[in-house]
């Protein structure tokens, strides 16, 4: 496929936006684990398996990893994409 640079330059703009958005998600994760001392693994396990409670961080540190995955595979297509 023949990518114009108009397009790699769109491109690239929205690899550095999931980029962003990793980051801010991964930084959010991470307090999420200082504050429970739980890693984000073994906090996704026992929430799935209702094993957990039901506090309003939970589903927000819920949604932030899932949203995080996302992210991180839409960035890894846009890598390929460009390269």
């Known amino acids: 496929m ?3 640079n108009e397009l790699k330059f769109s491109l690239k ?5 999931c980029s962003n958005a990793a ?10 684990e200082q504050k429970y001392h739980l890693s984000t693994q073994t ?3 026992r929430f799935e398996a209702g094993q957990i409670g039901d506090e ?3 589903f927000d540190w ?3 990893a899932k949203l995080l995955v ?3 595979k839409t ?7 460009v390269q």
């Open 75 to 81: 960035q890894s297509a846009l890598r390929s994409a």
């Open 23 to 32: 980051a801010f998600y991964k930084k959010a994760l991470k307090k999420f």
């Open 43 to 45: 906090f996704l396990k």
């Open 13 to 17: 703009r929205e690899y550095i936006l």
């Open 56 to 58: 309003a961080d939970y």
């Open 2 to 4: 023949n990518i114009t």
């Open 70 to 72: 996302q992210w991180q």
């Open 62 to 64: 819920y949604a932030f």
